[in-house]
């Protein structure tokens, strides 16, 4: 599976963006999809992440309530939708999959990666 992430630009604080992650070469339907980002200097994080058919996700506490991850079955596409954005979210942002289906607690890395996409947000 590769993955395909767009939608990244710059914005103004206060602003929008909605970035998509485009799997091809198989299907993600029954893979936990997460978005992760990367600031200058940080380490990654993760921030958003959807269990195989959307019924569980996951925020960090730096997005809840301004981020909205959500996937497409038939687009096999995972999107991240960024409401509300600050400087601090100014970042590289990856989109990733593991082999299982589930949200677990645990530090097992993602199997698949997409390219970054940089979102940059101006105050």
């Known amino acids: 599976v590769q993955l395909q992430a767009s939608g990244g630009g710059q914005v103004q604080a206060g602003g929008s963006l909605r970035l998509s992650c485009a799997a091809s070469?198989?299907?993600?339907?029954?893979?936990?999809m997460a978005w992760f980002r990367q600031a200058p200097g940080k380490e990654r994080e993760i921030i958003a992440a959807?269990?195989?058919?959307?019924?569980?996700?996951y925020y960090a506490d730096s997005v809840k309530g301004r981020f909205t991850i959500s996937r497409s079955n038939t687009k096999n596409t995972v999107y991240l939708q960024m409401n509300s954005l600050k400087s601090e979210d100014t970042a590289v942002y990856y989109c990733?999959?593991?082999?299982?289906?589930?949200?677990?607690?645990?530090?097992?890395?993602?199997?698949?990666w997409g390219q970054g996409t940089q979102v940059t947000v101006s105050s």
């Open positions: 070469g198989g299907s993600i339907v029954n893979n936990a």
């Open positions: 959807i269990r195989a058919g959307g019924s569980m996700t």
């Open positions: 990733a999959g593991w082999l299982r289906a589930n949200l677990v607690r645990d530090t097992t890395p993602p199997t698949y």
